[in-house]
C-alpha cells in the first residue's frame, strides 16, 4: 500500500488535436493507475489566468512531479520563449537550475528529428527522458514512467549487508580457502575438469586453516575452558560460511556430489582430531566437532531445499572410517558426526546455571544463515535424520542410542512440522524420494515408516515434545494417495 497519491502536473504544447488527445490519453492511462493528474483541459476553467495557473503548478510543493511532453513544437517554443510553454519555461528553467538534484521534473519525449534525436528544450537537453516516441516500446517506458512517479524503480540498491568477518580478524588467516573458492568459481565457466582437483585442494586448505583454533595452554590461561570452546565455536563461522560457498558451488556442476562431500567430511574430522597441540583433554576438540556437525546438517538442508535426494542417500548410506579415542580409524556411519558435546551440554550448562536442555542447540539455532539456513529448515533436516539413522542403521531398538541420530534442535520446531514427510502424501514426490528411504515403491515407503516409527521415544529426558517420526506427520496408509 501507499502512503499517498502522487500528484503530477502535465506542461505540453497545444501543436495539434492528435497531439493534445494523446497528452489526454496519457492522462486518464495514469489517473486509472492511481496517480492524480493536473492537466489544463481538465482543471483550468474559463476566466482564469493561465500564466498563473501555470507558475502555480510548477511551483506547488504538493506537486510531486511535472511531466514535460516534448515534441518538434514545444521545444521550438521552450527556446524561443514563445506563449504558455515560455512562460512555463521560464519558470521550469529556475526551477531546474536552482536546485540541481531536481528530481521533480521528467521529459518524456514524443517526437524525434530525422538524425533520431530527441526534440527536448535546451535547458533539458542533459536530463535523462523517457521515450514515447515510438509505440514498440511503448509500454516500456510507460512502466519507466510509473515506477518513477510512484518511486518504485526497477533496479533498487540492496540493504547493506554485513562484512566479512576474516577482514576484522587478525590472527587467522583464510588464503588458501578463499582461493580455492575463486579457483572453483573461474573453473566453472574456463576449465570444468580441474574442479574434481580442486575439491581435495579446498578441501586439503580446510584442513590446514583448521590449525589456527586449535587448543593449548596459552589460550586457557585465566580462563573457562566452555568460554573457550564458545569463542571459538564463534570464529569457526567464517569456515564455516566459506564451506556453504564451496558447496554452492561445487553443486552447480555435478548431478550427484554425496561422495565428494562424504569424504570431505572424513577427511577435516579425522585431521580436526590430530594430537599436534593435544592438551590432554578430550574436550580440546569440542569446537571443531560443533563445527563439523553444524556444517553436516547444514548440507543436508542444503541438499533438502534443492531436492538432492541422491546425494543425502550417500551421506547416509556409507561407512566412514574415522577415529575413534584412541585415535585408531574405526568403522562408523554418519551418526558419529553428531557428538555430544560435553564442554557445552554439562560443563557449561552448570557453570551458568543456564537450564538448557541443549547450549550446543540453543547456538546452532542462533547462528541460522538465511534464507535457505532458517531455523525451520535446520530443525525439519535434524529430525529427518534422525529418522533416516533409523531406516539406514536399522535401529528396531529405540534404546541403542549409538546407531541414531538424535535431533537436539528439535526443541525449537512446531510440533510434527516436518514438510518431507507431510508430502508424502503426493505419488510424485514418493517417486522422487524413495530410494533415499530404502524402498523400491510406495509400498514399501508404507512399511519403512511402521517398522521404524520410533514413537515418542527421541527427546530429552524430562521434556514434553518430542521428535516426530514419518508416522507422526503422516498416516502411512495416506502415503502416496494424491497425484
Known amino acids: 500500500m501507499i502512503d499517498k497519491i502522487p500528484k503530477v502536473f502535465i506542461s505540453y504544447s497545444w501543436t495539434t488535436p492528435k497531439h493534445i488527445q494523446w497528452v489526454i490519453d496519457l492522462a486518464t492511462r495514469l489517473c486509472n493507475h ?21 507558475e502555480q503548478m510548477v511551483n506547488d510543493d504538493g506537486i510531486d512531479r511535472v511531466l514535460i511532453i516534448c515534441d518538434k513544437a514545444y521545444a521550438e517554443k521552450a527556446n524561443s520563449r514563445k506563449g504558455g510553454v515560455g512562460e512555463e519555461t521560464a519558470i521550469i528553467t529556475s526551477e531546474v537550475y536552482n536546485k540541481v538534484y531536481q528530481d521533480k521534473f521528467i521529459p518524456i519525449v514524443t517526437e524525434m528529428d530525422d538524425d533520431g534525436k530527441p526534440y527536448l528544450p535546451t535547458y533539458l537537453k542533459s536530463r535523462i527522458y523517457i521515450n514515447m516516441s515510438d509505440e514498440t516500446y511503448f509500454e516500456r517506458e510507460y512502466e519507466k514512467l510509473l515506477r518513477d512517479i510512484f518511486d518504485r524503480p526497477l ?4 540493504s547493506i549487508g554485513k562484512p566479512p568477518e576474516w577482514l576484522f580478524d587478525e590472527k587467522a588467516q583464510h588464503y588458501k580457502t578463499r582461493d580455492a573458492v575463486k579457483q572453483l568459481k573461474d573453473a566453472q565457466y574456463r576449465n570444468p575438469s580441474r574442479i574434481n582437483w580442486l575439491i581435495s585442494y579446498y578441501a586439503d586448505a580446510f584442513c590446514e586453516e583448521l590449525d589456527q583454533y586449535r587448543l593449548n595452554y596459552e589460550t586457557l590461561k585465566d580462563k573457562d575452558f566452555d568460554d573457550i570452546i564458545v569463542e571459538n565455536i564463534e570464529k569457526l563461522k567464517i569456515m564455516r560460511d566459506s564451506y556453504i560457498e564451496f558447496l554452492n558451488i561445487v553443486s552447480q556442476n555435478f548431478d550427484t556430489i554425496g561422495d565428494n562431500i562424504a569424504l570431505f567430511f572424513e577427511q577435516i574430522y579425522n585431521y580436526s582430531l590430530e594430537s599436534q597441540k593435544q592438551i590432554q583433554s578430550e574436550l580440546e576438540f569440542d569446537h571443531f566437532r560443533f563445527l563439523i556437525w553444524e556444517m553436516f546438517l547444514f548440507t ?10 541422491e546425494d543425502i542417500k550417500e551421506m547416509v548410506n556409507r561407512t566412514y572410517f574415522l577415529k575413534g579415542n584412541n585415535y585408531h580409524l574405526e568403522s562408523c556411519s ?21 537450564k538448557k536442555y541443549s547450549v550446543a542447540a540453543d547456538i546452532l539455532i542462533s547462528r541460522e544463515y538465511r534464507p535457505i539456513f532458517s531455523k525451520k529448515n535446520i530443525v525439519e533436516a535434524d529430525i529427518i535424520l534422525c529418522q533416516l539413522s533409523y531406516i539406514w542403521n536399522e535401529v528396531l531398538d529405540s534404546n541403542k542410542y549409538e546407531k541414531i541420530w538424535f535431533p537436539s534442535t528439535y526443541i525449537y520446531g512446531g510440533e510434527n512440522n516436518v514438510t518431507t514427510w507431510s508430502k508424502l ?20 515407503i508404507r512399511i519403512r515408516a511402521k517398522e521404524y516409527d520410533f514413537g515418542y521415544n527421541v527427546k530429552y529426558n524430562f521434556a514434553f515434545n518430542h521428535a516426530p517420526s514419518i508416522c507422526q506427520v503422516i498416516r502411512p496408509d495416506d502415503i502416496g494417495t494424491k497425484p
Open 300 to 309: 543436508i538442508v542444503y541438499f533438502l531445499h534443492y531436492e538432492r535426494y
Open 34 to 54: 492511481g496517480v492524480d493528474v493536473v492537466i489544463d483541459k481538465w482543471n483550468l476553467k474559463e476566466g482564469q489566468d493561465k500564466y498563473a495557473f501555470m
Open 155 to 158: 533496479y533498487q540498491k540492496p
Open 425 to 444: 502424501i503426493s505419488r510424485k514426490f514418493c517417486e522422487k524420494i524413495k530410494d533415499l528411504l530404502k524402498s523400491k515403491n510406495i509400498d514399501e
Open 334 to 354: 554418519f551418526v558419529k558426526f553428531n557428538q555430544y558435546i560435553r564442554s557445552l551440554d554439562e560443563i557449561r550448562n552448570n557453570r551458568l546455571n543456564l
